[in-house]
């Protein structure tokens, strides 16, 4: 998939580019119908909410589980990526959100790259996430909200928050956010399973949280230039990948066949299932 001059222009100008419905609906179920298994087991990569035991974020399924390698090898993913940013890329972080009906909690206002230059001094901001809802995403369940604009202005001062929800994060004033919201205004780019959004890694973005009876479930995949690998090693590998290898994007039809991927961790720390009692 090649990205067009004006949507290469829109990218640069608001930080992000989204395609409704990008991925159909039998390639969405493949993977939704794997997010139940993964969130039950009892693994450090579940991160659970401050209220209890549901699954805030997975990380890393992309290796564990099949489907989901087969989505980081995507190239109607990958390859609008690598054209933005000119190189290869390799995985810098993988996760699944849940964002579940009535728990899911919120994500503070921040900027990616803010976080990947202080804890894993990745040196420059030549990296992208992309998003990819497998839930409708609608006003109600906690959409993601951008800032348009805001990447222009590179990394902003941030504040290490590790009490507002389960996961620590770097996260960005009241009054600043103030400041940009009244320049570039909220986006919340809304609509069913299988879209995308692709987003510059200092775009500023926060989701609140989902007070409805749907579930937002949404995976983020962080992919970086190859040559601009992190340069320190403190977060869990989990998290923030060792693994610099670029990566080669599978066949446009491989969440619906059963092409061969690696799965490095399957065995790595999976307990067995609680028992239902
Ligand atoms: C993130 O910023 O990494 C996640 C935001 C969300 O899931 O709403
Ligand atoms: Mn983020």
């Known amino acids: 998939?090649?990205?067009t001059q004006s949507q290469i222009e829109s990218f640069e100008r608001d930080g992000y580019l989204f395609f409704p419905g990008l991925f159909r609906?039998?390639?969405?179920k493949v993977l939704q119908d794997e997010v139940p298994a993964l969130y039950a087991q009892r693994r450090p990569e579940n991160v659970?909410?401050?209220?209890?035991?549901v699954v805030r974020t997975n990380f890393a399924a992309h290796l564990y589980s099949a489907p989901f390698a087969r989505l980081a090898r995507h190239p109607r993913m990958v390859e609008p990526v690598?054209?933005?940013?000119?190189?290869d890329l390799y995985m810098h972080q993988f996760k699944i959100n849940g964002k579940q009906a009535f728990d899911g909690d919120v994500w503070q206002w921040h900027q990616d790259y803010g976080t990947w230059r202080n804890d894993d001094q990745m040196p420059e901001a030549r990296a992208m996430n992309v998003a990819i809802f497998l839930d409708e995403v609608n006003e109600f369940n906690g959409p993601l909200m951008f800032i348009p604009?805001?990447?222009?202005?590179g990394v902003l001062d941030a504040g290490h928050d590790t009490s507002t929800t389960s996961y620590p994060l770097w996260v960005i004033s009241d009054e600043t956010i103030k400041k940009l919201v009244d320049r570039g205004g909220i986006v919340a780019p809304k609509g069913a399973p299988g879209s995308m959004l692709l987003f510059h890694s200092c775009l500023v973005h926060a989701s609140s949280s989902n007070l409805s009876p749907w579930n937002r479930v949404s995976v983020y995949l962080s992919l970086c230039a190859v040559s601009n690998h992190i340069r320190r090693f403190k977060r869990p590998d989990y998290i923030a990948h060792r693994d610099f290898t670029p990566i080669q994007c599978l066949p446009d039809d491989c969440l619906l066949k059963e092409y061969e991927v690696a799965l490095p961790w399957k065995d790595r720390?999976?307990?067995p299932l609680r028992q239902a009692s």
């Open 1 to 3: 998939m090649k990205l």
């Open 25 to 28: 609906p039998d390639e969405v």
């Open 48 to 53: 659970r909410e401050r209220t209890g035991d």
């Open 82 to 87: 690598r054209q933005l940013i000119g190189e």
């Open 149 to 153: 604009g805001s990447h222009k202005l």
């Open 269 to 271: 720390f999976n307990e």
